[in-house]
């Protein structure tokens, strides 16, 4: 997977770190950042939380799939976005709350979906 590229977000205002995380795993299959973040770590912890809101999705009977999930942190913005090609792989995305535009954040992260190649 070292062939994924995550670039593209670099240009979302307020950009700190961002990871594509297989959900099974845990693991980080491509990550960037500025060091600020263990992508390792919150890899792991993120994959909890997502996996526990898509389990509470299906006992409420929702019909209904995860878009994304906003963690507001005083200082950072954390965002969680299922593929929706493959809802067992995931984008993490985290910006500086001061510098970003949640809205484009969202809008440019779900167009970045559109731009990954697996092969």
Known sequence: MSNIKLETLKTIDGYV????????SG????????????????????????????????SLTLNDSVDDI????????????PLAT???????????RDKSNLAMARHVLKAFEKELDFS
Do not use: P, W
Not at 70 to 81: A, E
């Open 86 to 96: 493959n809802n067992k792989v995931f984008l993490y995305l985290v910006l500086n």
């Open 17 to 24: 770190s961002s990871a594509l995380i297989d959900l099974e």
């Open 70 to 81: 906003l963690i507001t942190l005083t200082k950072q913005y954390h965002l969680l976005r």
């Open 27 to 58: 693991m980080v299959m491509a990550g960037d950042g500025d060091g600020s973040i263990d992508l390792d770590l919150a890899a792991a912890g993120n994959c909890e939380v997502l996996k526990r809101k898509m389990r509470v999705a299906d």
